[in-house]
């Protein structure tokens, strides 16, 4: 399987048989085989994660289906959007279960979690891997914040990751936010996943193309750091031995 980086929090995975493609508002996507299943995920409204351009971006593939978080509703029953692509949207809200099959028969397990922003965290079930895409659940802190809303942030934060733990407690591929922005909290949520998860694969997003912060984190945390892809530009392919079973 193959997955490319986008840009921001947009990445673009290839299994043999199906397609998933994440949060994407710009950037360039490699063409996709029309054969396979192609699912578009949008963990929320945002317009660094959602842009409605995406219910025409793909009008032409067959088995195109949209996982969308409950909050995009509104944005698309406002807009001029057909009665066709409407159609092919499934609406989640937080801490619920859908399923597909990919183009061969094998079931697709889509399980959401709460953002502690707005919107859903995906975890994907495929076979014996599991993929989780973060969204904008994070443990965001910033200087303004009051010690009641720094706690309220940290609980809420945790209790999903306990959560996301007691759905599946082993991932293959998590795709987490590292935002500079937090300045010196701008690893609290990377950290506290990748000492309390399992996980063998990690592509930092949310980066703001700022590539360093990606460096940075993995010399200032050698220990749980080696499983953290490099990703230095927009475009970049990585190949892994999954999805084969």
Not at 26 to 51: C, M, Q, V
Request: glycine fraction near 6%; charged fraction near 25%; hydrophobic fraction near 35%.
């Amino acid at each position: 399987m193959r997955v490319t980086y986008i840009a921001h929090s947009c990445f673009l995975i290839e299994w043999r048989y199906s397609v998933w493609l994440f949060d994407h508002y710009y950037g360039a996507i490699p063409e996709i085989d029309k054969d396979k299943e192609l699912l578009i995920f949008s963990s929320h409204r945002h317009k660094d994660h959602f842009d409605p351009q995406i219910l025409s971006m793909f009008a032409d593939h067959p088995r195109r289906t949209y996982i969308f978080s409950y909050d995009i509703a509104d944005l698309v029953e406002g807009s001029d959007i057909g009665e066709e692509e409407r159609r092919r949207i499934v609406y989640l809200e937080p801490r619920t279960t859908w399923e597909c099959t990919d183009s061969m028969g094998k079931r697709i397990t889509v399980h959401t979690l709460r953002s502690t922003d707005i919107g859903v965290a995906f975890l994907i079930r495929y076979g014996q891997d599991a993929v989780y895409h973060a969204g904008d659940l994070n443990w965001w802190a910033w200087p303004q914040d009051t010690e009641e809303g720094a706690r309220d942030m940290a609980g809420r934060f945790q209790d999903e990751i306990r959560y996301l733990k007691g759905l599946c407690p082993e991932i293959q591929i998590a795709f987490l936010p590292l935002d500079g922005r937090q300045r010196e909290c701008y690893c609290l949520g990377m950290e506290y996943f990748l000492r309390d998860m399992s996980v063998d694969i990690v592509f930092p997003m949310h980066f703001w193309n700022k590539y360093s912060v990606i460096r940075k984190f993995k010399e200032s945390h050698p220990e749980i750091s080696g499983n953290v892809q490099e990703i230095c530009r927009k475009g970049q392919v990585f190949s892994f031995m999954l999805g084969e079973s």
